[in-house]
Structures are given as structure tokens and as C-alpha cells.
């Protein structure tokens, strides 16, 4: 797939991400949207990126340039598509959506074009049921914000070719991504699956009066989280001892929650429209500087994480 132009559907929180991710590995890149407004707004936010690692000296001063110069931005759909070799997929999380672009890119791209879908919770059976080029489908979710996090999960489905899953595979992984393959397809995948639980048991703790958010938060930031950004909780437990772990999970099971619904937590705030932070107020206060900035200090310190990450 070297030489070739990738193309992005959908200019939002992922979508630009995605694509600067592409272009920064010298790869030319076309980012679609339907609309004209949000493309614009998808270039300034890949630029203050850009601006923001030259800050933290993970890229120089002419990098912007090399990176931007490979990136365009467009809102026909046939332009952006044509000549393409990797499709990603990048629009909202609305399945009539995504199925309905599809359609569309039937009749309008090559015969070996690959489609890969950046969904976050629709199995890759389900997205390519009925679709002529399934054998050249997968999903490749990537974690926010896609530019700094080095994961992308890999879905394939049963029809998906061996060639497209090792091409693409080898493509991102050459993009500076860790790319996952799963082996079976599974609601939430991998980093969800394990993120959801930790959630339930961080709400469940808070409702029980345990501790509040502040504190929660910081347990796993300066606990757990300092040790997961280079090991996994399997090697974790190999290294804790597995007799130790036979304990801790035996004893702690019974004891964690278990529900099987949204918690209440979460739910009584999104009824008074405390969203987090878009809407002002969630389990925090937030006004819309302090977002940004916050935004801000996070990837500045992804930035300096990944670094360290590059050179294990
Ligand atoms: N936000 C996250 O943290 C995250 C993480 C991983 C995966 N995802 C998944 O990525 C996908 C995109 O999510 P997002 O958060 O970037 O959404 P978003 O709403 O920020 O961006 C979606 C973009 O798609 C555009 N769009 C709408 N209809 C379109 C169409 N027909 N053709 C082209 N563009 C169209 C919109 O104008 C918008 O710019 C979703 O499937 C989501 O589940 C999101």
C-alpha cells in the first residue's frame, strides 16, 4: 500500500486526528467532509497539534510543513475516494450513516480499495453485512486523541481477506501504531471492554461514599495507570505472582459490582444535562477556557508519554 493515498471520512474528533497521523508518515491524504465549516476546523485543530509537538520538541519547525503539504481537504466525495488505497471510515456512530456511505462508495472505488470503519461499538459483521466489498472490510479503531495514542485495535470479520488484515496491519504499524489484531470480533473490543470496567467499579465506589471523584482519579493516575502505560494486567499478575493473584481475584470478585446497566451516577446527571465537560458540569465544574487548556496540558503530556514509549 506504499505510494498510495489514504482517505478520510468524517473531519471530526477522530477523523482529523486520523489523517494527521497518515500524512506525518509522509503518506498523502485526502479528509472528507460533508461539511465545508468542520474541514476548515479540522485543519486548524491537525496545525495547533503540529504547533503543540514543535512546542514539545517531538517534531522540528519544518515538519509542519512536510506533514501539511501531503494533507487536503475536500467535501466531494468521488475527488477524495478516487485513486485511494485505504478508506477510513470516520463518520458519527449512527449505523443508517455509515451504511448509507457505503452504499455510495460501491459505485465510486477502485477494486482493491480497503475499507476500514473507525467505529467504537459496531460489530464488523454487522457493518458489512450486504456490502460488495466486505472481503476488503475490517474495523481499525483508534483510541482519542489518535494523533498521540499508539493503539489501534484490528477487527477483521470472517469475510475480511488474510491480504487486506496483514496489509493494513503492516501499514499502520509503519505509521508508528501498535496495531491489535483481535481474533474474534467482540462488543467494545479490547480497550473498551477493559476501560468500561474499571468505570463501573469507579462509579460504584463513588455512590457507595468511598472516596470522591478527586481522589478515585487520582488512585488511578498515580496508582495503577503509572504501571499500565508499560505493562498490561496479565503480565502485571505473572509479575505479582499468579498464587498471589488467585487471592486477590478469589476474595475481590464477590465483592465488586456487577451491574448490568448504566450506573445511576451517570445517569442522574445526564437528566439535569451535566454532560462533563462540554456542558460546563458533569462530576467536575469546567468553563470553556479551562477545557482548552486542560485539553492542552493532556496531550502536552501524551506527547512527552509517547516519546518515552518510542524508545522501549
Ligand atoms: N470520539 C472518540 O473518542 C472516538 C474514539 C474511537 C472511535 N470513535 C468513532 O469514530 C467515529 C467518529 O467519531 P467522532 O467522535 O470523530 O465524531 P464527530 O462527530 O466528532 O465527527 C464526525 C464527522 O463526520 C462528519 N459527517 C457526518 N456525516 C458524514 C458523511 N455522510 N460523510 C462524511 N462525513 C460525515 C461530520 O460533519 C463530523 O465532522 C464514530 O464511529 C465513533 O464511534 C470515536
Redesign the pocket.
Known amino acids: 500500500m506504499s505510494h498510495q493515498t489514504i482517505c478520510v471520512?468524517?473531519?471530526?474528533?477522530?477523523?482529523h486526528g486520523i489523517g494527521q497521523v497518515f500524512a506525518a508518515a509522509s503518506f498523502p491524504v485526502v479528509i472528507?467532509?460533508?461539511?465545508e465549516q468542520?474541514?476548515q476546523l479540522?485543519k486548524t485543530r491537525i496545525h495547533t497539534n503540529l504547533k503543540l509537538m514543535v512546542e514539545e520538541n517531538y517534531i522540528s519547525e519544518i515538519e509542519i510543513d512536510r506533514i501539511e503539504s501531503n494533507l487536503t481537504y475536500s467535501t466531494d466525495?468521488i475527488h477524495a475516494v478516487s485513486g485511494a488505497s485505504l478508506i477510513i471510515?470516520?463518520?458519527?456512530?449512527i449505523i443508517e450513516?455509515?451504511k448509507?456511505?457505503y452504499e455510495k462508495l460501491e459505485f465510486i472505488i477502485g477494486e482493491n480499495t480497503i475499507v476500514a470503519?473507525?467505529?467504537?461499538?459496531?460489530s464488523i459483521e454487522r457493518l458489512a453485512e450486504g456490502v460488495s466489498f466486505a472481503d476488503r472490510m475490517l474495523v481499525v479503531?483508534?483510541?482519542?486523541p489518535?494523533h498521540l495514542v499508539r493503539l489501534v485495535e484490528v477487527v477483521p470479520s470472517k469475510q475480511t481477506k488474510a491480504e487486506v488484515i496483514e496489509q493494513v496491519i503492516e501499514f499502520l504499524s509503519a505509521c508508528g501504531k501498535n496495531a491489535v489484531r483481535l481474533q474474534k470480533d467482540i462488543p467494545g473490543f479490547i480497550a473498551n471492554r477493559l476501560q468500561a470496567a474499571v468505570v463501573r467499579e469507579a462509579m460504584y465506589l463513588l455512590e457507595q461514599g468511598i472516596a470522591d471523584a478527586r481522589a478515585i482519579d487520582s488512585v488511578i493516575a498515580d496508582g495503577p495507570g503509572m504501571r499500565w502505560a508499560f505493562d498490561g494486567p496479565i503480565q502485571i499478575a505473572d509479575f505479582g505472582g499468579l498464587d498471589i493473584w488467585e487471592k486477590v481475584t478469589g476474595n475481590l470478585f464477590p465483592e465488586l459490582d456487577a451491574r448490568t446497566t448504566a450506573p445511576s451516577s451517570i445517569s442522574e446527571k445526564v437528566q439535569s444535562n451535566k454532560l462533563g465537560a462540554k456542558s460546563g458540569e458533569g462530576f467536575y465544574q469546567y468553563d470553556r477556557e479551562e477545557v482548552t487548556l486542560a485539553a492542552k496540558e493532556r496531550d502536552r503530556k501524551l506527547i512527552k508519554l509517547l516519546a518515552i514509549k518510542e524508545t522501549e
Do not use: R
Not at 9 to 15: D, N, V, Y
Not at 117 to 122: A, E, I, M, V
Open positions: 471520512l468524517g473531519s471530526g474528533t477522530m477523523g472528507y467532509d460533508i461539511n468542520v474541514l479540522a466525495l471510515e470516520a463518520v458519527p456512530e450513516l455509515k448509507e456511505l470503519s473507525n467505529t467504537s461499538t459496531y479503531h483508534f483510541f482519542n489518535a
